[in-house]
């Protein structure tokens, strides 16, 4: 027998839309900055003249006027904010369709117009985002799949939540947190033949009368890799992630074997190991959490 699962509502996708759209576009603008600024330190550094024009002068004037034009872009489009905002209503979303769909609290047998209250909920959650996000046609805030799914006997109800939310969230933990890592333990390898080449650099001029300047352009690259080490946040995803995998194994776990009664309580305490992950992601960006 097939176990159902939920489509997600279409506040839901058009909010992950957004928030991928955002990401993708402040990753790039910054890493443009970034590399701009480096090869500018690289034309700085080097003498390259076709005849009498100035190469290096034209190469690092360019370099510069990028490396500005992304600022620019960065304060006006403000794409960290689709991102943040949409991850938020999205993650928000998802936890309360689920809630919803199996009967999780604040959404039990015994709470009354469950189909109100989730109403509710998502145009509080909406509160934030509406002026970022754009909802398209479909079932906006529940579809046929949820209440299909919230009509089942308890036990398939279970199977659906262990198998779709909690099995795959924890899959996805796992994974990110493993590729996190190597990515951050690359990185600081990378910054490590940086600084070591800075250091063979600076020695190498030290004491000549006309510098190399190439030990500058060295520690650009450093910097310039410190700085997206920063942005990416590796090393703090992969313990995030670790934490959130490992809660969601206990509430497995609990969840495999506790009674209906308990149930809408139980899933509501999984979906807090969820929401912690997602509250530290946000507070390390300094945005507040939704309420879920």
């Known amino acids: ?85 949409g991850r938020a209503v999205a993650e928000s979303t998802k936890t309360l369709a689920w809630r919803f769909a199996v ?18 909920r998502i145009s509080e959650v909406l509160r934030r985002g509406r002026d970022r996000i754009t909802i398209g046609p479909g079932q906006a805030i529940i579809t046929d799949s949820m209440i299909a799914l919230r009509a089942q006997p308890f036990e398939v109800r279970r199977r659906s939540y262990l198998m779709y939310r909690n099995d795959d969230q924890r899959k996805w933990y796992a994974s990110k947190a493993s590729s996190n890592q190597r990515s951050a333990t690359a990185w600081r390898y990378a910054l490590l033949v940086g600084e070591v080449a800075a250091v063979v650099l600076a020695a190498l001029e030290f004491g000549r009368v006309e510098p190399l300047e190439f030990a500058g352009v060295a520690a650009a690259l450093v910097a310039s890799g410190a700085a997206w080490l920063a942005l990416k946040q590796h090393s703090q995803l992969t313990s995030a ?22 149930w ?25 959490p939704l309420p879920s």
């Open 1 to 85: 027998m097939s176990v159902p699962t939920i489509t997600m509502p279409a506040v839901h996708d058009a909010a992950n839309d957004v928030s991928q759209h955002g990401q993708r576009q402040y990753v790039g603008l910054s890493a443009a900055r970034l590399w701009a600024l480096l090869v500018g330190a690289v034309a700085g550094a080097a003498t390259v003249a076709l005849g009498s024009f100035d190469l290096s002068g034209l190469v690092l004037l360019v370099a510069f006027a990028v490396a500005a034009v992304a600022e620019l872009a960065l304060i006006w489009i403000q794409p960290e904010r689709d991102w943040y905002a």
């Open 241 to 262: 992630y670790r934490v959130a995998a490992a809660e969601l194994a206990l509430q497995a776990s609990l969840l495999e074997s506790v009674p209906e009664s308990k």
């Open 103 to 120: 009967q999780a609290s604040p959404f039990g047998p015994d709470e009354g117009d469950a189909e109100q209250v989730l109403r509710t």
């Open 264 to 288: 809408p309580q139980a899933v509501a305490d999984a979906e807090e190991a969820i929401s912690r992950e997602h509250t530290m992601w946000l507070a390390s960006r300094g945005v507040e």
